[in-house]
């Protein structure tokens, strides 16, 4: 006696798509019968397609910011080397994988910026309830947001 997929109850079923880690198959599985294109939703395939996308992960020497020059001399030159005189300021290596501190609580990130672009434009952007935290490692993220009362 052999067990034909259709015969299969839709518990079944949803345990088999919830297996599929790879976007190709469930939606290869989702076009194969009128049933599994009802289970199978386009969110879900969008969303192993994505978290595939995000596993790949590049490395980078230098930051993406085209501006990192400019954008990050004042900080450089003023706050992290003390108007040391024989610092040259150039562009800024890339984070890559890093760990930032939050608040502090510690996260681990994969990031083409450097730290001062990475808090800059992904982390602070125009928000005022920020304490950027400029101690010890002038590679590190470091910001602490206020709370409001």
């Known amino acids: 006696m ?7 109850g839709d518990d079944v079923v949803e345990i088999i798509i919830s297996y599929i880690k790879h976007y190709n198959p469930l939606a290869s599985l989702k076009m194969t019968c009128l049933r599994n294109y ?6 879900s395939i969008a969303k192993l397609m994505l978290s595939s996308r995000l596993g790949l992960f590049s490395f980078r020497t230098l930051c993406i ?12 030159k003023f706050v992290h080397n003390c108007y040391y005189g024989r610092y040259i300021h150039r562009r800024q290596n890339a984070l ?10 510690y996260y681990n990130i994969n990031s083409h910026y450097c730290c001062e672009c990475f808090k800059k434009f992904v982390l602070v952007g125009s928000n ?8 010890n490692n002038p590679k590190q993220v470091n910001v602490s947001f206020k709370t409001l009362l």
């Not at 052999?2 to 299969?8: T, W």
């Not at 009802?38 to 969110?43: D, L, T, V």
């Not at 890559?96 to 609580?105: A, H, P």
């Open 65 to 76: 910011n085209d501006n990192c020059y400019d954008d990050t001399y004042d900080v450089f």
């Open 2 to 8: 052999s067990i034909i997929f259709d015969d299969l």
């Open 128 to 135: 005022s309830n920020v304490i950027e935290i400029y101690q």
């Open 38 to 43: 009802n289970h199978i939703s386009r969110y």
């Open 96 to 105: 890559n994988t890093s760990v930032i501190i939050i608040n502090e609580k």
